[in-house]
């Protein structure tokens, strides 16, 4: 199971801005002073073989969405946050729009963080293209068609080209998702709001994105947070159970 991270903030994407940009280059710069770096090829190999990751790259910016290939042939997604329109573009770019797929997606609550990519979602606009919605939120798709209606976006819920379903799940029951066995259970976010819990079972191997890291983990999963670390908000995730959990 590999696991793609395309957006993990919280509240608001944040994008990286010029100063913190200018910061990356100087120190590129500084540590790249007196080699032979005359040419493209060779100041590529020396980001890739010298600089750090905080050097040569950046990480975050936005807001949720993570991608769990399981190795079959559709799409596994969590959240719909704007990291959603990277992977659209990503994949868009891997079969092209004349190739369909299937898009499994799971949303763990209806805040706008984890929602507000999917008016940018390409694949939506691309019939023959299948995307199928799951959350244990009854109002997932009020929210949903809510966003792509006026005056909130130019582009109606009803003149999108895919096939959009939307499925309810109920808690504690099993499904068969991508290849993946599904099991729902309730969550909370930071602020004590319902957020779906869903488990993967998938060859044994272990993973979870959420909030936060509930009291009896203890390094048995791969875990991904989505939130503003904040001194004030960090502290209320010290007690938030887990929007998603893959295993």
């Not at 100041?43 to 910016?61: I, M, V």
């Not at 488990?199 to 272990?206: E, H, K, Y």
């Amino acid at each position: 199971m590999k696991v793609i991270f395309w957006g993990t903030r919280g509240s608001l994407p944040t994008p990286l801005n010029g100063k913190a940009l200018r910061k990356k280059l100087v120190n590129a710069l500084v540590k790249g002073a007196g080699k032979n770096l005359d040419t493209p090829q060779k100041a590529d190999a020396f980001c890739e073989q010298e600089l750090s990751f905080a050097e040569g790259s950046t990480f975050g910016g936005n807001s949720s969405c993570v991608q769990v290939d399981v190795g079959g042939p559709d799409y596994l997604i969590c959240d719909l946050g704007s990291g959603v329109r990277e992977f659209a573009l990503a994949a868009i770019a891997k079969h092209s729009p004349k190739q369909p797929q299937t898009y499994h997606i799971l949303v763990s609550h209806v805040h706008w963080d984890h929602i507000m990519g999917f008016p940018f979602f390409i694949p939506c606009f691309i019939p023959g293209n299948r995307i199928i919605l799951y959350s244990c939120h009854a109002k997932l798709e009020q929210a949903i068609r809510g966003q792509n209606h006026e005056p909130c976006f130019p582009v109606e819920f009803e003149s999108l080209g895919a096939k959009i379903e939307f499925v309810t799940l109920e808690t504690d029951k099993p499904y068969d998702i991508c290849g993946a066995k599904v099991t729902h259970g309730n969550g909370i976010t930071p602020r004590n709001q319902t957020a779906c819990t869903p488990r993967w079972t998938r060859s044994n191997r272990p993973a979870r994105h959420g909030i936060s890291a509930p009291p009896w983990y203890h390094g048995r999963e791969l875990w991904s947070r989505s939130f503003s670390p904040t001194p004030s908000n960090m502290a209320m995730a010290r007690n938030a159970t887990s929007p998603f959990a893959f295993a």
